[in-house]
C-alpha cells in the first residue's frame, strides 16, 4: 500500500484516483476548487467532470496543498498541461524529500517547448520523476473498464516496480525507460485528433480518416525520434495506442473539439482540449528540427484562424504526389 496524492480534481485525476483506491492505497486528491472536494467527500461523485459515476467512500479530496501532499510517496500531476509548472510551484514546502513524482498531462508547454517531466524538474529538481500516459478514457477507467497505459522513468527497474505498484484490478501499467517518447507520444497524438476531428466534421469519410491518422502517424514519429522519443515507443501504447483511441473515439475532447472546428460550430464552451495549447509550439519545435508535418501545420492554421476548415481539407488531400517511404529510398 502506498500513500498518493493526485494534483488535480478533473475527470483523469478522479478516475485515476478510485482505480488506485480499488487496489488497496490510500489516496487524497488536491483539487482547486473546494466545492469539488465536498462532493467527492460527501456524496461520492464528482458531476461536473465524471456524471453519476459513484467514487470510493474512502477517497478523500481537499483544497488544502498541505494536507494533500505531506506524507504523499508517490505525487501525481493531472492538472492541464499548461498549469503543470504552477503547481509543481506550489507544492515544494510540503513534498517528502523522496517522494516519486508522475507526469500524466498530455501536453508541451507552450512557453518553453518542455515535456511535462521537465516542467517539473526545473522546479523541483531533486525528486524521481516518471510519466504515465496511454490510450485510456477516464470514463473507462471510473468504470472499471480494462486499461492499459505505459509507465516511464529513466531506469527500466524502477519503472518496472512503480508500474507493478501501481496495477492492479482492470488497470495494467507496462514500463518503459523512454520517458520522452511515452510524453511526446501523449502531447502529439492530441493535435492529429484535432486534424482527424475536423476532416469528421466536415464528412470527408472513413478513408479519408484512416489516410489522416496514418500520415499524421508517420509525422508524429519523424517529430518524436527528432526530439529524443525511441520509434519503438511511439509505436507502443503511449503513441500509436493513444492515437488510435483519440482520433476514433467521440469520447476525445480532441477529436470532439476537431470535429466542431470543421462543422463551423462554436467552440468556446467545449471541454479541454489540449492540443489546442499544443499546437503552436509544436509547430514551432517541427520547424526548428526541419521537420515537415503538414498534418500539424494544417490544423495550427485552422486553430488560428489563417485557414479555414474547408481550405484545411482540400489542402491536406492535394498534397504533392510522392514516395509514401521517402526514407527508405536514401
Ligand atoms: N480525461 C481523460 O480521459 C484523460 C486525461 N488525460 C490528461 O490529464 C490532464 C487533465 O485532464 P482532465 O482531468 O481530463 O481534465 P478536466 O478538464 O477534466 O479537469 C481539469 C482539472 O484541473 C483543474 N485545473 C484547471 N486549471 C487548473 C490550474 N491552473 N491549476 C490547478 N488546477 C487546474 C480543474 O479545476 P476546476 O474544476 O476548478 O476548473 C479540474 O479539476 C490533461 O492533460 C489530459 O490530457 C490523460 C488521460 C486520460
Ligand atoms: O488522452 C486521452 C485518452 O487517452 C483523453 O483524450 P482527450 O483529452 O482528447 O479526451
Known amino acids: 500500500m502506498s500513500r498518493i496524492c493526485i494534483l488535480g480534481a478533473g475527470a483523469w485525476g478522479t478516475a485515476l484516483a478510485t482505480a488506485f483506491v480499488g487496489q488497496g492505497h490510500a489516496v487524497r486528491i488536491w483539487g482547486r476548487n473546494a466545492e469539488t472536494c465536498d462532493e467527492i467527500n460527501r456524496q461520492h461523485t464528482n458531476r461536473a467532470y465524471l456524471g453519476e459515476a459513484k467514487l470510493p467512500e474512502d477517497l478523500q479530496a481537499t483544497p488544502d496543498m498541505a494536507q494533500a501532499v505531506t506524507g504523499a510517496e508517490i505525487v501525481l500531476f493531472v492538472a492541464p498541461a499548461q498549469s503543470t509548472g504552477a503547481v509543481a510551484a506550489s507544492i515544494a514546502a510540503h513534498l517528502a524529500a523522496d517522494a516519486v513524482l508522475i507526469a500524466c498531462a498530455k501536453g508541451i508547454d507552450n512557453r518553453t517547448g518542455q515535456m511535462q517531466s521537465e516542467v517539473i524538474a526545473a522546479q523541483l529538481p531533486d525528486h524521481a520523476i516518471g510519466v504515465l500516459s496511454g490510450p485510456s478514457f477516464a470514463a473507462d477507467v471510473v468504470r472499471g473498464l480494462p486499461t492499459a497505459v505505459t509507465l516511464a522513468m529513466p531506469e527500466q527497474e524502477a519503472a518496472q516496480s512503480l508500474a507493478q505498484n501501481l496495477s492492479g484490478g482492470a488497470v495494467r501499467l507496462y514500463a518503459s525507460d523512454d ?152
Request: proline share 2%; aromatic share 2%; net charge neutral.
Open 179 to 330: 520517458i520522452a517518447g511515452v510524453q511526446i507520444g501523449g502531447s502529439l497524438k492530441n493535435v492529429m485528433a484535432i486534424a482527424v476531428g475536423i476532416c469528421r466534421g466536415g464528412g470527408m469519410g472513413a478513408s479519408a480518416e484512416a489516410a489522416l491518422i496514418t500520415r499524421g502517424y508517420a509525422e508524429l514519429v519523424r517529430l518524436g525520434v527528432a526530439m529524443g522519443a525511441r520509434a519503438e515507443t511511439l509505436l507502443g501504447l503511449s503513441g500509436l495506442g493513444d492515437l488510435v483511441l483519440t482520433c476514433s473515439s467521440e469520447l476525445s475532447r480532441n477529436f470532439a473539439y476537431g470535429i466542431a472546428v470543421g462543422r463551423g460550430e462554436d467552440v468556446s464552451g467545449l471541454k479541454l482540449a489540449e492540443g489546442v495549447h499544443t499546437v503552436s509550439i509544436a509547430n514551432d519545435i517541427a520547424d526548428r528540427h526541419g521537420i515537415s508535418c503538414p498534418v500539424m501545420q494544417t490544423a495550427g492554421m485552422v486553430l488560428s484562424g489563417a485557414m479555414s476548415a474547408e481550405e484545411a481539407r482540400i489542402a491536406l488531400m492535394s498534397r504533392p504526389v510522392k514516395a509514401e517511404h521517402p526514407e527508405r529510398r536514401e
